[in-house]
């Protein structure tokens, strides 16, 4: 069974379409990371997944109907926002309590055990926090819980490259498993490169790719090709060409490497590198200086 399938899946704000016929189906412990421009319609798929906003078309998460069965849902899902809420009188050690309280699948040893690796102290009451310790308390609460499914919106923002490392890694080592199904929205790509199974990019309300992280070796490449072979390039339909001062720099989908090694340099594009690139208006030849 699909962890989370939507077919059709649409949202309209007034007269502005928001998602516009989405289809998508992700499986058991795949890390999926969805990404796109602001404006986008990533953040309404997330709430259309976590039964915070209706929608039009078929969607289901763990077998059930997000916004029907939002109660039920909330006993498999947890979800981290780009800005954690928390009282500002709370100490540390009673956040835990609480949780711990209301919670039977809290896991109080992991959560100390993600604190233990940052200088917060359990004393410590939030106001006296900075913006990233918040950031790293809620993240210390929500990964202890044991659930099927964790949504991500943007985790680490507000966190410098040290503890956003620190916290990667942390997702990958203790928490991911086979069980486990991540969803990730982040504008930093590259931050999760190395753990995503799969891309989803998404622009004006529709899915542009989705692909699993293992298959863009073998049908993306980037060319920056010679001088002398540019317009041979050109004739094999670049999906987006950047010209820059001397230089084009080219996206190519489903050309062998082979074929284009003898025009220049190939390499594989980074995932964010892809994502500019598709999500981007390509330049045309004709309006370079």
């Not at 404006?39 to 709430?47: E, L, Q, Y």
């Not at 947890?78 to 209301?102: E, H, K």
């Not at 819980?145 to 490392?165: A, S, Y």
């Not at 999906?239 to 284009?260: A, C, K, N, Q, W």
């Amino acid at each position: 069974m699909s962890v989370i399938k939507a077919i059709g899946l649409r949202k309209k704000f007034g007269q502005k379409v928001v998602l516009n016929g989405i289809d998508l189906t992700v499986g058991r412990g795949r890390v999926v990371g969805i990404v796109g421009p602001n404006g986008a319609g990533k953040t309404t798929v997330i709430n259309a997944i976590l039964g915070l906003t209706q929608f039009d078309g078929y969607l289901s998460v763990l077998g059930r109907n997000p916004w029907l069965d939002r109660d039920a849902l909330m006993q498999e899902i947890c979800f981290i926002a780009d800005v954690a809420v928390l009282p500002r009188w709370l100490r540390v050690d009673q956040a835990i309590n609480y949780v711990q309280g209301v919670h039977p699948r809290f896991d109080r040893d992991k959560a100390l055990e993600y604190l233990e690796q940052t200088n917060i102290s359990p004393r410590a009451t939030v106001r006296s926090l900075s913006k990233g310790m918040v950031a790293q308390l809620h993240l210390a609460l929500v990964l202890a819980i044991d659930v099927k499914v964790l949504v991500l919106d943007e985790p680490t923002l507000g966190l410098d490259v040290i503890h956003c490392n620190k916290f990667y890694n942390f997702l990958k080592n203790n928490y991911h498993n086979s069980e486990k199904t991540i969803i990730i929205t982040t504008h930093y790509i590259n931050e999760v490169q190395e753990m995503l199974t799969d891309l989803i990019i998404i622009n004006d309300g529709r899915i542009i790719l989705d692909i699993s992280t293992d298959a863009l070796a073998q049908r993306f490449s980037v060319l920056a090709p010679r001088a002398k072979h540019t317009q041979e390039a050109m004739a094999l339909g670049p999906l987006y060409e950047h010209l820059t001062p001397g230089r084009s720099i080219m996206l190519f989908d489903g050309v062998e490497r082979e074929i284009l090694s003898l025009l220049g340099d190939v390499c594989t594009p980074s995932l964010a590198d892809l994502f500019v690139m598709l999500s981007s208006k390509p330049i045309h030849r004709a309006e370079a200086v």
